[in-house]
């Protein structure tokens, strides 16, 4: 099984840098991704990770440690429309189950001016 | 763009019925989702399908069933609902191959159970 921590909640200034952290602890690992949603509407696809090392889009970079089962989200130049839930999610090692993932309990991160 | 439409945004119904959650995507996607969605508790998984016909249980299966008659369209049935499946109800679908292409999800359909 999978188990998947991040923190409830984080609150940053707007135009201050914010790193959610996620940790897991799989029985098989096939990458990791990272999904935003804002309140009321659909989880939207920020980045994936399956090798080591960091990975940059724009203002967003994730990282990802697989020896220490641990991943984070960087949010740089925050800005209002930022605040939202920060969901990792980690992909079953298991072929069979596709393209399954395994969610943490998401990040609720507040942009503050 | 891929598009994953969900029959309802919000729905309220009795203790003892049988719901029905309607998911259609029209990306000729393989795999296909159901999740929950509960404040502290994340996203967990339902029941998925990897092709027409084929459903495999997830995490919370108990309670619930699932449809896959035609490649676009995944229904989550609640044969006899309860307060306790009152919840945010999220479809997904996503390629069968794995590889860095994510799920996408619909709006979901907020389900109310009284």
């Known amino acids: 099984g999978q188990n998947i921590d991040q923190p409830t909640e984080m609150t940053a200034t707007e135009g201050a840098i914010v790193q959610i952290n996620c940790t897991y602890q799989t029985s098989g690992f096939n990458g990791l991704f990272w999904y935003q949603q804002h309140a009321g509407e659909a989880p939207t696809f920020l980045s994936y990770n399956v090798l080591d090392g960091l990975e940059e889009k724009g203002r967003f970079s994730s990282f990802l440690s697989r020896s220490k089962g641990y991943s984070y989200l960087l949010l740089k130049e925050l800005q209002m429309k930022d605040s939202a839930s920060y969901l990792c999610a980690v992909r079953d090692m298991n072929k069979a189950a596709g393209n399954k993932l395994t969610f943490g309990g998401g990040t609720r991160v507040l942009v503050k001016p | ?114």
């Open chain 2, 1 to 114: 763009d891929v598009k994953v439409t969900q029959s309802s945004r919000y729905l309220v119904k009795r203790t003892g019925e049988k719901v029905f959650l309607e998911c259609v995507q029209d990306m000729d996607h393989e795999n296909m989702f159901w999740y929950r969605q509960d404040p502290g508790l994340g996203l967990r998984l339902i029941y998925f399908s990897y092709d027409v016909k084929m459903k495999e249980k997830g995490d919370i299966p108990e309670g619930y069933s699932v449809s896959r008659e035609k490649k676009e369209r995944f229904s989550l049935i609640l044969e006899s609902a309860s307060t306790n499946q009152t919840s945010m109800y999220l479809c997904a679908s996503s390629i069968r191959t794995v590889s860095d292409q994510p799920q996408h999800f619909g709006d979901g359909t907020r389900l109310s159970i009284l």
